[in-house]
């Protein structure tokens, strides 16, 4: 199965703390390292480790071999002792231009693409895949494009990726809304609705962060393997729980 993920990455410098900082206050990071990341980065590599391969589009800013005039995204990342992440980005997002020289012609020959930043002619050449799982992240570009997406993964809590019925038109054949350990929700456009409870952890959590663009990667595998909706969420829910096993988002990602 031939997979890809457009969208965006940053560089991002990650420190194990005891707790978030409260204002004016100074904590000591157990451990530190550094990694790319961002959503498209890992949604790419969890697909990768699925299919044995995956194609990432993106874009790069003012470093070497980059083609955007501002400076690459970067971001900084708490972890704390519970495993939750508290992010800073520095810089825009930087999602790739349908005008870039990248192999847009090989989205003819693609199974399943993660969207999660581009510009409106972007968000076109995806659309080039048999099936295109989004983030609303990028509602305003997901409206501009007028393209129906086969699933649209949206946050019930996260109000940066909240979905509307009225926001997308065509409406996504199926809109997944995740609880968090909860597990989640889905609907398709004719109604018909389900709900998956949580995965089990394979380990102590680690680091939640990459934990929901593995999911979303997870999903769009198993939508573009042909599965039912009620199956690729069960994958996506163990993607995403495998995750938070790991220190940073790659470690711990399932593979098939």
Known sequence: MRVAVVGHLEWCEFAQVPHVPAPGEIVHASHTFQEPGGGGAVAAVQLMKLAGSATLYTAFGAIEGGFRPEPQRRGFVHVDERGERTITVLGPRLGPHGADPLAWDGLDETDAVYLTAGDVEAVRHARRARVLVATPRGL?????????????????????????????????????????????????????????????????????????????????YGLGAGWEIATAVELAARCGAACMTGRGPYEAQLTL
């Open 140 to 220: 305003e570009t997901l409206s501009q494009a007028h393209v129906e997406l086969d699933a649209l993964v949206s946050s019930g809590r996260d109000p940066g990726e909240l979905y509307r019925l009225a926001d997308l038109d065509p409406v996504p054949r199926v809109v997944v809304r995740t609880l968090g350990a909860s597990g989640g929700e889905w609907e398709t456009a004719s109604g018909e609705r389900g709900k998956w409870g949580p995965a089990p952890l394979p380990g102590p959590i680690r680091d939640a962060y990459g934990a929901g663009d593995s999911f979303a990667a997870g999903l769009t």
